[in-house]
């Protein structure tokens, strides 16, 4: 009985003097932490706190984390690699069962600031994540005391994005930031959003909206999912719409290639049948291949896909080669040359009686070009000009006088051979002259042919012009306004 007695109240001074010791501990602090209300708090909150063990007194009750999501800054869209940097405000809240306390017992204490190492912190990540990104360390969490827990943090987000280019530059971009737990399933965790979506969605409250894209809208929607018809995990998707700010692109690229294409059709109303047109239209030719080659580094490249600018600008260069052959075959047909053989019926048939007709082209601004000049035309053998003329009335008088004279001649002494050699050199001149005239009506007639064919060559190159830019702005006008 005496040693029973004494063990007994052996074990009451024991429990006395630990009870006594953590009272000590967490409210009689001495020296500078003395009466230290965050201090005590402190200590009362991290006493046999287990952070690697979910918070909740229930095993069977889940963990709702709630989340949130703004968009400060888009700092870079890659379109080669598919990758989108942006910078974040990263928000989310949980409740911890076990970090709660009376308020009227630590001096009305609400809220305290505590690492973010020394509690149980959910392991919610991103999973478009491909780089890690040069975000600031936040240390510490804020913790309430009905134990909700917030941690807020910026974040840059370094993902992967399916980026479309073939809109570009008035392309729209549509990322996805999905966030869910790794490893916890719904039992254990679950995720909802800290505001409405209508809210999320509407809120540039942050983005700095200075630079190149503009920040549309971002869509929140949320979802559980099984891989194995099992387990059910829980995830939350921000969808980040952004859109390109087209005016730099349309500056430096759209206006100079329109305004060389204004240029090579100005460059028909030069006459056909002259050579500087050539020279001219390979000018510009040389001045646009200088013009993709600046703009080729300006333009995003992809493996997967061109986008429709590039495409435009290789039909801008393949109308200018088609424009250079048109000219170039013009200018080979009406070129004057001594064996150049007469016009076929069948093309008189077609392009001087029909299409003058069926496209209104007027053939008097031919004849009015060609009865131009002497008397007796001169023929310039070279590569840049020919001269046509419709006159003839020069030359029929030196036949008309030539066969005078050789009738007269041939009447007074026809058997001289001086007047013989007279009379063959007569009729050779006439042979020449008869040579000449029908050598200009052929020529007459090929450019009357080149005439009507540049007219009608040109009005079928400016409507494949005028519907291929009317379509492409029509396009881009269309996605700039959606």
């Not at 230290?36 to 979910?54: H, P």
């Not at 940097?85 to 709660?100: G, I, P």
């Not at 007027?362 to 070279?382: A, H, I, T, W």
């Not at 030359?395 to 026809?414: A, C, I, K, P, Y």
Request: charged share 20%; aromatic share 10%.
């Amino acid at each position: 009985m005496k040693c029973s007695a004494l063990w007994t109240a052996l074990c009451v001074c024991v429990y006395g003097a630990v009870v006594t010791c953590s009272v000590k501990k967490l409210s009689n602090n001495t020296g500078r932490f003395a009466n230290a209300t965050l201090v005590r708090l402190n200590e009362f909150l991290s006493a046999g706190y287990k952070k690697g063990v979910r918070p909740v007194r229930d095993w069977r009750q889940s963990t709702t984390v709630a989340i949130d999501l703004m968009v400060y800054a888009i700092l870079n869209v890659d379109e080669k690699n598919q990758v989108l940097t942006t910078y974040v405000w990263y928000r989310q809240q949980w409740t911890d069962e076990f970090l709660a306390w009376d308020p009227e017992e630590f001096d009305e204490v609400k809220q305290i600031s505590i690492p973010t190492a020394n509690i149980w912190v959910p392991d919610i990540l991103i999973n478009e994540f491909v780089d890690v990104g040069k975000s600031p360390e936040i240390p510490y969490v804020y913790v309430g005391n009905t134990g909700l827990v917030r941690n807020y943090k910026p974040i840059q987000v370094v993902t992967a994005c399916s980026l479309n280019i073939y809109n570009f530059p008035y392309d729209v971009q549509k990322c996805s930031l999905t966030f869910q737990s790794w490893l916890h399933t719904t039992k254990d965790i679950n995720i909802t959003l800290m505001r409405t979506p209508e809210e999320v969605m509407n809120d540039k409250s942050v983005f700095m909206n200075q630079g190149e894209w503009e920040l549309l809208h971002v869509l929140s929607t949320y979802k559980d999912f099984s891989v194995d018809n099992d387990d059910y995990y829980a995830e939350m998707k921000f969808h980040v719409v952004i859109r390109r700010r087209p005016l730099f692109y349309t500056v430096n690229l759209l206006l100079p290639s329109v305004f060389l294409m204004v240029m090579d059709i100005v460059g028909f109303y030069l006459p056909p049948d002259s050579g500087e047109r050539v020279s001219f239209k390979i000018t510009l030719l040389l001045g646009y291949s200088v013009f993709l080659i600046i703009v080729s580094d300006t333009l995003p490249a992809t493996a997967i896909g061109t986008p429709l600018i590039g495409v435009y600008f290789v039909v801008c260069m393949a109308l200018l080669v088609i424009s250079l052959t048109e000219s170039v075959l013009i200018v080979r047909l009406v070129h004057k040359q001594d064996l150049q053989s007469r016009v076929p019926q069948w093309v008189k048939h077609l392009v001087l009686e029909k299409a003058t007709v069926l496209f209104c082209i007027r053939n008097k601004k031919v004849c009015s070009v060609l009865s131009q000049g002497s008397d007796l035309p001169l023929y310039k053998e070279n590569n840049m000009n020919t001269a046509v003329h419709c006159n003839h009335h020069s030359s029929e008088g030196s036949r008309d006088s030539g066969r005078n004279l050789g009738l007269g001649l041939s009447t007074r002494d026809s058997g001289s051979p001086v007047m013989d050699g007279i009379l063959r050199e007569i009729t050779t001149i006439r042979q020449f002259l008869e040579k000449k005239d029908e050598s200009r009506e052929i020529a007459k007639e090929w450019l009357q042919v080149g005439y009507v064919l540049d007219v009608l060559l040109f009005r079928v190159y400016l409507l494949t012009v005028l519907a291929y830019s009317i379509t492409l702005g029509s396009l881009w006008s269309v996605w700039q306004n959606v």
